[in-house]
């Protein structure tokens, strides 16, 4: 019989994905649960189990193409008698109707399916404090509420665009992201009418000359075409994952004006902690010791001190979280990803290192689930560990702030009059300015420091 294969929602919030490879071929054999397909959407990239056992029939959707959930993307022929449809691992019981399998698939051309997956902490916000006054979610004329995505609402936003004004073209209405950004450039609805009591802006910035957030725009307004073409050249277009960070990275540096704080700190102590126990602690923990867990424990202590680093903007207002969940950049052959350690304030250190090396590993071997990087409320990237003396990041938007942790090298330094040999280490915090002043940047900075150089906590 023939068994349907659907592209699974893969969160609640993600209502489309963009196949970006298949790992068999029409006629091949494949097993129940083996990797079928590679998916990417606005959260994470994922491998997709086959839902059977058989021979990979029909491929109805190719490459680089982005489809809505429940669409059908290939067939699979199996033993038996009968038809029916199997839903890939990741895909919700209460997902919307299915498309139809012809439907035309909804291919982007030089439009980001997204912002990177620490982008969309936002679409699951916590629940604000009662005196916060929230948007109304827009209605249609019969009293309908607009079916749309978080990313479309932040796009309407920034636009000043009612969502209730533009036709979708998804299914059940729905409005998608190529439906919004078409009304943004045509100007359709650009005032939308104002509503008493509503919120005030996520952003007053303006918007970018483009008039709309595709990376290749902006580029394509930065700098003349025929500037960038000429003598012998490749043409390499950017992936989904690529253009999602560069949508994202334009994003940060437009919204939040970014300041840099740079500490050098002494890190002699857990480095010869870490050479002395690395070695027990991987055979009893049965995960390897490595730097990080320091790190997110110092930075954990310090967002605990000074929770203002730990927030997010919204307004005119500021978000103070209550949990530390500590995003992690991890660097992947394709690109960049960040998944979360969810209150990294509760976990002992074995906990830290634990969770931390599980999600870098899943992140590689594409196995992250949507969840696991949303709600991030602070973040640190690791240059050093490629040999960089420090860098200055951009903020990983909503967090207001970013840590970067430079190389560990042994260099000379003067302690008590005298030079010394010690393993010295350069932090960099890039923080919002509209939120962090560099006084609590600086006192933020030296808490790291004080709990790095003073290292108390056992770490088994």
């Known amino acids: 019989m023939a068994v349907d294969v659907i592209m699974p929602q893969m969160g609640e919030s993600i209502f489309e994905g ?25 959260k994470v990239d994922a491998e997709i189990p086959s839902p059977s056992a058989g021979v990979l029939k029909e491929i109805k959707v190719n490459e680089g ?13 199996t033993d038996g008698a009968g038809a029916q449809s199997a839903a890939p691992a990741g895909t919700k019981s209460d997902a919307p109707p299915a498309a139809a399998s012809g439907a035309k698939p909804n ?18 916000k916590p629940t604000p404090p009662k005196d916060t006054v929230q948007q109304k ?53 650009s005032a939308a009418p104002s509503r008493a009591g509503s919120a005030p802006s996520r952003s007053s910035a303006p918007p970018p000359a483009s008039g709309g957030a595709s990376a290749s725009a902006v580029l394509e ?61 991987e055979e009893t923990s049965g995960t390897k010791l490595t730097f990080m867990p320091f790190f997110v424990r110092a930075a954990v202590e310090a967002l605990r001190a000074f929770p203002t680093v730990n927030s997010s903007v919204d307004g005119t207002n500021i978000v103070l979280h209550k949990e530390c969940n ?17 209150n990294a304030e509760e976990k002992n250190f074995l906990g830290l290192a634990r969770a931390m090396n599980d999600l870098a590993e899943r992140a590689r071997t594409k196995k992250l689930k949507p969840e696991e990087v949303a709600e991030g409320t602070f973040a640190i990237t690791n240059p050093g560990v490629f040999g960089g003396l420090f860098g200055l990041p951009v903020i990983n938007q909503p967090n207001v702030a970013i840590l970067g ?8 330094v003067v302690i008590d009059d005298a030079i ?3 393993s010295m280490v350069y932090l960099t915090l890039s923080y919002d300015h509209r939120v962090v002043d560099g006084a609590v940047a600086h006192q933020f900075m030296g808490k790291i420091k004080h709990t790095l150089e003073n290292w108390t906590e056992e770490i088994l």
């Open 18 to 42: 963009t196949i970006t490879k298949w790992l068999k071929k029409a006629g091949d054999k494949i097993e129940r649960d083996e990797p079928l397909f590679e998916i990417s959407t606005d």
């Open 65 to 77: 193409q982005t489809v809505p959930i429940q669409t059908v993307v290939a067939v699979i022929e």
């Open 107 to 124: 291919v982007p051309a030089n439009v980001p399916a997204g912002a990177p997956p620490a982008a969309k902490a936002e679409g699951a």
């Open 137 to 189: 979610p827009a209605v249609t004329a019969s009293g309908e509420k607009v079916r749309s995505s978080p990313l479309v609402r932040r796009i309407a936003r920034e636009h000043d665009v009612d969502l209730s004004q533009v036709p979708g073209s998804g299914a059940g209405g729905r409005v998608s992201k190529s439906d919004i950004l078409a009304a943004v450039e045509g100007g359709a609805s």
């Open 221 to 281: 307004n930065a700098v003349p075409r025929e500037k960038m073409y000429f003598g012998h050249y490749e043409v390499q277009p950017m992936s989904v994952m690529r253009q999602r960070i560069a949508e994202h990275m334009v994003l940060s540096k437009r919204v939040s004006p970014h300041v840099y704080s740079v500490d050098e700190v002494n890190v002699s102590g857990i480095a010869a902690l870490r050479a002395k126990m690395k070695n027990k602690f």
């Open 326 to 342: 500590i995003g992690v950049a991890v660097a992947l052959d394709w690109g960049l990803i960040v998944p979360v350690i969810k």
């Open 405 to 412: 942790l430079g190389t560990i090298e042994k260099r000379p």
């Open 420 to 422: 010394a040999i010690r």
